[in-house]
């Protein structure tokens, strides 16, 4: 039995198979780097993965990993860790690898900046 598939149906699950090689390929990636503290004025207002940006959850923007995925941020200073989805993208300008929200930030003592090692951990699929 012949299956007939045509072109724009096998360039689609060509594209399907290259993006989920992609998503499982970026666990374990991992950035050094500084971490900074998402700014309130943002509370309340839509992320990049549409979401509602609230301070209080534990979620980062970030132009280095992965949108959607999930990151754990260690602390250098205080060796203290956490996870965050990365649910947003930073201004160009920034040189920071994330920018945690107010309750990551607290929960491993980033006041300001601080140097940090964050990790996928799970990449949206």
Known sequence: ??????????????LFVALASLSSTC?????DGKATIY????????TATGKTYKPHEMT??????????TVKVKNKKTGKNTTVKITDRMSKKS????????????????KGTAPVQATV???KP
């Not at 039995?1 to 060509?14: F, G, Q, W």
């Not at 700014?39 to 839509?46: E, L, M, P, Q, V």
């Not at 690898?97 to 607290?106: F, M, Q, R, T």
Request: glycine share 8%; net charge positive; proline share 2%.
């Open 1 to 14: 039995m012949k299956i007939r598939i045509s072109k724009r149906m096998a360039a689609t699950m060509s």
């Open 39 to 46: 700014s309130d004025r943002f509370a309340g207002k839509k």
């Open 121 to 123: 951990v799970r990449s």
């Open 95 to 110: 040189s920071a690898v994330v920018d945690l929200s107010k309750g990551a930030a607290n929960k491993i003592g980033v």
């Open 27 to 31: 666990i374990g990636l991992a950035a």
């Open 60 to 69: 980062a923007a970030s132009n280095k990993l992965p949108l959607g995925s």
